[in-house]
C-alpha cells in the first residue's frame, strides 16, 4: 500500500471513530438540547408540509411534531394528506439506527439510498402500508456541488428545514445556495439555529432573560475552537440568521432570536429560528 493509501486509511479510521464518539455523546446531550428547544420547534414543525428535505436531523426525534392523523389501520402516523414525502441527509451513519426508530415510531415507511449507503440494503425496516408516508434516508450533506443523485431526483421540495445542522456545514454559505435551488418556487425553508449572541438592543430578540450579549458573544468566539472539536463541528459564533436574511434572494425572511439563560451552556447557545420563503 503506498504513502497516500495508508493515510487515507488512517484518515477514515479517525473519521469513523469522531463520528461514534458524537454518536454517543448525543444520545445524552440530544435529550438536553431538546428540552430547551423544543418550545421553538413547536412553533415550525406543524407548518411543514409537501415533500420535505431536511439536512443533519441526527435522530430526528423532532418529527413527533409534524401534523399526525389516524390512519385507516388505526395507527397515529404523520398524515399524508399533509406531508407527501420525507428525505433526510445525514453524513453520520451510526446516527441511523435512533434516526430510523424514531421516523417508524412516527408511522414512516423507511427505505435507505442505495447509491450513497449501500449498507442500507442489509437493514430490516419496519413492514408499513401504502399509506404510510415514505421516508429516505441519504447519506451526505449540501455544503459542496457535489450533491448526492437521490436529492437531485426528487427535487424540487416543498419545505426544506435545518435543525441545529448549518452549526457544523463546512460550507454554510453554499449549504444556503443548495437549499434554495432545491426548494420549488414558493416554496419554504425553516430553520432553528445556534447562533452568535444577537447584539444589546436587537429588536429580534423576542426573550432576552437579562443574558449580558457583549460578554457572551466574545465567550462564545473564545471557546469556538475548542468547541468545534468536541461538537462534531458545531459553529457557536455564526450569525445563521442574518446570513439568511442578507442573501437578497428570498421572497420574505421571518425570523426572531432568542436568548435562553436556563443554564451556563444556553449562554453561549443562544437561537434563531423562523422561516424563509422563495419566490414564485
Not at 31 to 48: A, F, G, H, M, T
Not at 181 to 206: C, M
Not at 229 to 246: F, L, Q, V
Amino acid at each position: 500500500m503506498t504513502d497516500t493509501g495508508v493515510y487515507n486509511k488512517v484518515t477514515r479510521t479517525l473519521s469513523s471513530i469522531y463520528d461514534w464518539l458524537f454518536s454517543a455523546l448525543w444520545i445524552i446531550e440530544s435529550e438536553r438540547n431538546d428540552e430547551k428547544v423544543n418550545v421553538y420547534r413547536k412553533l415550525i414543525w406543524p407548518q411543514i408540509s409537501g415533500k420535505v428535505l431536511e439536512l443533519g436531523p441526527g435522530f430526528a426525534q423532532s418529527l413527533k411534531f409534524l401534523q399526525h392523523a389516524t390512519l385507516r389501520d388505526g395507527s397515529s402516523a404523520v398524515d399524508p394528506s399533509v406531508v407527501r414525502s420525507y428525505t433526510v441527509l445525514e453524513p453520520n451513519t451510526f446516527l441511523y439506527d435512533r434516526l430510523q426508530g424514531n421516523a417508524e415510531l412516527n408511522g414512516f415507511r423507511v427505505s435507505y439510498d442505495p447509491v450513497s449507503y449501500p449498507e442500507g440494503a442489509n437493514v430490516s425496516t419496519m413492514a408499513s402500508g401504502d399509506e404510510n408516508v415514505p421516508f429516505s434516508i441519504v447519506k451526505g450533506t449540501l455544503d459542496s456541488d457535489d450533491i448526492p443523485q437521490a436529492i437531485l431526483d426528487e427535487a424540487p421540495y416543498d419545505s426544506i428545514l435545518t435543525s441545529f445542522s448549518l452549526c457544523t456545514a463546512k460550507n454554510p454559505e453554499k449549504s444556503l445556495e443548495n437549499i434554495f435551488k432545491l426548494l420549488r418556487p414558493g416554496g419554504t425553508y425553516y430553520f432553528i439555529e445556534h447562533v452568535r449572541q444577537p447584539a444589546p438592543g436587537d429588536p429580534l430578540v423576542i426573550e432576552d432573560n437579562g443574558v449580558n450579549a457583549r460578554f457572551w458573544g466574545s465567550v462564545q468566539d473564545w471557546l469556538n475552537p475548542a468547541w468545534k472539536i468536541i461538537g462534531h463541528g458545531c459553529n457557536i459564533n455564526r450569525r445563521t440568521g442574518e446570513t439568511i436574511a442578507k442573501m437578497g434572494c428570498w421572497k420574505d425572511v421571518d425570523y426572531k432570536n432568542v436568548r435562553p439563560a436556563i443554564d451556563l451552556q444556553s449562554r453561549i447557545m443562544p437561537l434563531s429560528f423562523g422561516k424563509a420563503t422563495k419566490p414564485e
